[in-house]
């Protein structure tokens, strides 16, 4: 697991631990739950963030993984292996 999908992860745990806080506001008061919500939303927002990141960086390396074995293959010139005799 990467960086970044660990900090979705922790994000997605903390949206909805906001999320719970907020409902249970809302059993006393509907404006006590706007800071929860509120909270809920920019924890998604950054949830979304990181996995963006993890897929541009996935996208990435792919990228590079074949960008190299395309140059392995334009620089061999001499697949076969030269005795020493």
Do not use: E, K
């Not at 907020?22 to 949830?47: D, K, R």
């Amino acid at each position: 697991m990467t960086p970044a999908q660990r900090t979705a992860r922790a994000c997605q745990a903390g949206a909805f631990l906001s999320a719970a806080s907020a409902g249970y506001s809302l059993t006393w008061h509907p404006w006590y739950a706007i800071p929860g919500l509120v909270g809920a939303a920019f924890l998604l927002w950054g949830a979304a963030s990181a996995r963006g990141a993890a897929a541009r960086r996935q996208t990435q390396n792919a990228r590079l993984d074949h960008a190299a074995a395309s140059d392995a293959v334009l620089l061999d010139t001499d697949p076969q292996p030269r005795s020493a005799a």
